[in-house]
């Protein structure tokens, strides 16, 4: 079992940054890939960036490549967006999700969600 809380969404101007954490409880936390979704009002749930458990592995989407960084520290169990460059069609709820092996791109392989941070990108 693996309970996940994101933080650090907010509202930035186009051009700033952010950066998320997702906190982790749980002992095997080390050995979950774990994903950053986010999902837009009326736009489907999608898949940002994602990591595996030793972090020698990574996905970008198009969309975020070079833009964002994921990284992830097994031993404070937290996983980090770092968000530069940002753009008002970056403005969504941001989620961290958990799944056991390797990364995947589909929502239902992921069963462990966070609550989800806002994330506003202004013009």
């Known amino acids: 079992q693996v309970q996940l809380v994101e933080s650090g969404g907010g509202l930035v101007q186009a051009g700033g940054s952010l950066r998320l954490s997702c906190a982790a409880s749980?002992?095997?936390?080390?050995?979950?890939?774990v994903g950053w979704f986010r999902q837009a009002p009326g736009k489907e749930r999608e898949l940002v960036t994602a990591?595996?458990?030793?972090?020698?592995?990574?996905y970008y989407a198009d969309s975020v490549k070079g833009r964002f960084t994921i990284s992830r520290d097994n031993a404070k169990k937290t996983v980090y967006l770092q968000m530069n460059s940002l753009k008002p069609e970056d403005t969504a709820v941001y989620y961290c999700?958990?799944?056991?092996?390797?990364?995947?791109?589909?929502?239902?392989?992921?069963?462990?969600w966070g609550q989800g941070t806002q994330v506003t990108v202004s013009s």
């Open positions: 999700a958990a799944r056991i092996g390797r990364i995947r791109v589909e929502v239902s392989e992921y069963g462990y």
């Open positions: 990591i595996n458990w030793s972090a020698g592995s990574t």
């Open positions: 749980g002992r095997t936390f080390s050995t979950y890939a």
